[in-house]
């Protein structure tokens, strides 16, 4: 089963994908941008103000190709519970919104280009936070914490939630960290009871 985290940037989600660790020990722990050299080029174009919003895109697409093959499709036929740090709807929220204006209905493009290929999670957890908090929370350290995209990037989510509604749990993110965890771990307890 493929489980993803989701939400913007300061939601607390690698924190509660990080507790997660201690509850499932046996579990396939993964993120995106991953750590191989296709995400190191990743973070350079996320570091990189001026990089071309297009060829981002297909760099973040690069990265998760690489990672459905060596690590998210070899753990699901091992059977393994797989726990994701963001996944295709980061892709589709964030550069949906970074290539508003150039490309014409940019989310279906997006999910276009990855339906050939990609993995659909069986449940994803959207981590609910306004963009302000999210903001004050991130530290706005890098492009894509700003308060105008990220509300652009959160209207986008609830676009994908309305798109597959039995597809995502959503998670209010404001409550603090112990909570949201507790919210989370529910949320595994269930799905993985209905399994
Ligand atoms: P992180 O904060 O979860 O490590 O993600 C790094 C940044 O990259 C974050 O601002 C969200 C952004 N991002 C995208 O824009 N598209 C993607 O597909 C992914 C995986 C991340």
Known sequence: MLVTLEGLDGSGKTTVWEALHDTYPDATFTREPTNSWY????????????????????????DHADHLERV????????????????SDSRYAYQGATLDGRIKRPMEYIRG???????????????DVDP???????????????SKYLTKVQQNYEQLIEWQPER???VDATKS???????????????????
């Open 39 to 62: 995400g190191d080029v990743v973070n350079r174009a996320i570091d990189d103000d001026d990089s071309d919003s297009l060829a981002e895109l297909f760099l973040f697409i690069a």
């Open 72 to 87: 998210v499709k070899p753990a699901l036929r091992d059977g393994d519970l797989v726990i994701s740090d963001r996944f």
């Open 113 to 127: 280009v990855h339906q050939p290929f990609t993995v659909q999670p069986d449940v994803t957890i959207y981590l």
């Open 132 to 146: 302000r908090t999210a903001m004050q929370r991130s530290g706005a350290t890098n492009k894509f914490e700003q």
């Open 168 to 170: 995502f749990v959503r």
């Open 177 to 195: 960290p112990e909570e949201v965890l507790d919210r989370v771990e529910d949320v595994f307890e269930t799905i993985l009871a209905d399994e």
